[in-house]
């Protein structure tokens, strides 16, 4: 899988859209692009996945660049409950599933402000 | 989506000692994976629980320290064998379902302390 590349942590204002950048310039033609978060003491939460289009669903937006090598999640309107780490993941969908599980990074800690 | 219960929800455990660790998903998945995540530290994947097989392991793993069962395709246990003080970690189990498109659910851990 492709590896990727997140600050470390980011603060965004209550209220305002959250702009999560990811650079994944090594992904090949077949890689997805998934973002998960884990709120403090919870499992990881999947939140979207994307091949080139954009792709907005009731969490967030993720907008993937023309030329795939980065990615932006936005969450429109940040809570205090948006508070987490965020990770971006490359990997290959298969039908059926993934066949290797998941490789984290570091994640980036997003806090919001109130 | 998927619900996945994960039991104990947390443990104390003498060094030495087994523990075995339960998970559980309401609907029928494919791929069923194991996960520890150590005191402040991102996710590592330790294996690919295989229906009716002998489970994947990843490089640094082995089924002597952590055998993993999957009798069907909704259940499956990981054993933390043997225990030390450097096991005390966060245990996570996640799926992906049959039809779905690659997202994987998780459950709420197993959170380990090791005496």
């Known amino acids: 899988d492709a590896k990727t590349t997140q600050p470390t942590s980011m603060d965004c204002a209550e209220g305002r859209a959250a702009n999560l950048p990811c650079n994944h310039s090594t992904i090949s033609g077949n890689e997805y692009v998934y973002w998960y978060r884990q709120i403090h003491s919870q499992g990881p939460q999947y939140i979207i996945h994307?091949?080139?289009n954009n792709e907005t669903n009731e969490m967030a937006s993720l907008i993937i660049t023309e030329d795939r090598k980065s990615s932006t999640l936005i969450l429109p309107h940040a809570t205090l409950r948006d508070t987490a780490v965020y990770y971006c993941?490359?990997?290959?969908?298969?039908?059926?599933?993934?066949?290797?599980?998941?490789?984290f990074g570091k994640g980036t800690h997003l806090i919001i402000q109130p | 989506s998927a619900v996945i219960s994960q039991k104990p929800s947390r443990d104390i455990c003498q060094r030495g000692t087994s523990l075995t660790i339960q998970c559980q998903v309401d609907?029928?998945?494919?791929?069923m994976f194991w996960y520890r995540q150590q005191p402040g530290q991102s996710l590592t994947l330790i294996a690919t629980?295989?229906?009716?097989?002998?489970?994947?392991?990843e490089s640094g793993f082995v089924i002597d320290k952590f055998p993993i069962s999957r009798p069907n395709l909704t259940f499956s246990t990981l054993t933390v064998s043997n225990m030390s003080p450097e096991d005390s970690s966060i245990y996570l189990c996640?799926?992906?379902?049959?039809?779905?498109?690659?997202?994987?659910?998780f459950g709420q851990g197993t959170r380990l302390t090791v005496v």
């Open positions: 993941i490359v990997r290959v969908a298969l039908a059926g599933g993934g066949a290797d599980g998941l490789t």
């Open positions: 629980a295989n229906q009716g097989s002998e489970a994947t392991y």
């Open positions: 996640s799926v992906e379902a049959i039809r779905g498109g690659g997202e994987a659910f």
């Open positions: 994307g091949l080139k």
């Open positions: 609907s029928q998945v494919t791929m």
